[in-house]
């Protein structure tokens, strides 16, 4: 593997963990305030987004595009978080019926490893090119915060 491809695939790899990070905590956010499982509203979500990306963007100096693009790339995770969870109203309930009889399910079980392998090989281009297109437009300094922060050296969210 050439030197340019490792770089630059660290990089993208680092990139795509601290954009997870983000969007991580919209789900956060939205499980404050819901029961556990609850989808939030389209209109809840685009909330909570605007919020992180305005954190975000205060902390990393983003422009107006860069901050669009961030958006993009919030919602193309957004998508595919709601493409994992599926039609399921309670994943743990899934969970529990797994192992609710004398036996383990292992055909049911494989059929849910399935279909969030089916969610995730659908969605996940999409999320690589918007991680991409976001993370490209940063310039040296804000890349520079970004691998910062995913080094330990950045705190950008304080719970609590």
């Known amino acids: 593997m050439s030197h340019f491809?490792?770089?630059?695939?660290?990089?993208?790899?680092?990139?795509?963990?601290?954009?997870t990070l983000v969007v991580?905590?919209?789900?956060?956010?939205?499980?404050r305030q819901h029961e556990y499982g609850a989808q939030l509203s389209a209109e809840e979500y685009a909330q909570k987004r605007d919020?992180?990306?305005?954190?975000?963007a205060s902390r990393l100096d983003l422009n107006e595009d860069q901050k669009k693009r961030l958006a993009v790339l919030g919602?193309?995770?957004?998508?595919?978080?709601?493409?994992?969870?599926?039609?399921?109203?309670?994943?743990?309930?899934?969970?529990?019926?797994?192992?609710?009889?004398?036996?383990?399910?292992?055909?049911?079980?494989?059929?849910?490893i399935n279909d969030k392998t089916?969610?995730?090989?659908?969605?996940s281009p999409e999320v690589v090119a918007a991680l991409?297109?976001?993370?490209?437009?940063?310039n040296a300094s804000q890349q520079q915060k970004v691998r910062d922060y995913l080094e330990g050296r950045?705190?950008?969210?304080?719970?609590?």
């Not at 491809?5 to 954009?19: A, E």
């Not at 919020?51 to 975000?56: G, L, T």
């Not at 089916?118 to 969605?123: F, P, T, V």
């Not at 991409?132 to 940063?138: E, G, H, I, T, W």
Request: proline share 1%; net charge positive.
């Open 132 to 138: 991409a297109d976001f993370y490209n437009s940063l």
């Open 154 to 160: 950045g705190r950008w969210f304080h719970w609590g």
């Open 118 to 123: 089916a969610a995730l090989n659908a969605k």
């Open 75 to 112: 919602d193309k995770l957004y998508e595919q978080r709601t493409a994992l969870i599926g039609q399921t109203k309670d994943p743990r309930a899934e969970m529990k019926a797994l192992v609710s009889g004398d036996k383990f399910d292992a055909a049911r079980a494989q059929a849910l």
């Open 51 to 56: 919020k992180v990306v305005d954190k975000v």
């Open 5 to 19: 491809f490792k770089r630059h695939l660290k990089r993208t790899l680092l990139g795509l963990f601290g954009v």
């Open 24 to 31: 991580g905590s919209l789900s956060a956010c939205g499980h």
